[in-house]
């Protein structure tokens, strides 16, 4: 409960590169102009389970995993699991 406290009160430092845009838009298969937002919504569901493991968050919520660096908050990665 304490990892999900930590990622959610810094919900606002979430953020991406531009490689990270394409390599989550490539991975989920969406298309969204927004894609750091997809992800914070995904990140603020209730059902999402967010644990750390190493310099990593790593949030799971319906069928999606999302990667987030524990340090500078970047979204590193999303995959379908």
Do not use: F, P
Request: net charge positive; proline share 0%; aromatic share 8%.
């Amino acid at each position: 409960m304490e990892d999900k406290k930590i990622s959610l009160d810094n919900i606002d430092r979430i953020h991406t590169t531009e490689m990270g845009v394409d390599r989550i838009k490539r991975n989920l298969k969406i298309d969204t102009d927004d894609v750091v937002e997809y992800c914070k919504n995904k990140v603020l569901k209730n059902q999402c389970s967010i644990y750390k493991q190493g310099k990593n968050w790593y949030c799971e919520v319906e069928n999606i995993k999302i990667t987030i660096n524990s340090y500078s908050y970047t979204i590193i990665t999303a995959h379908i699991v």
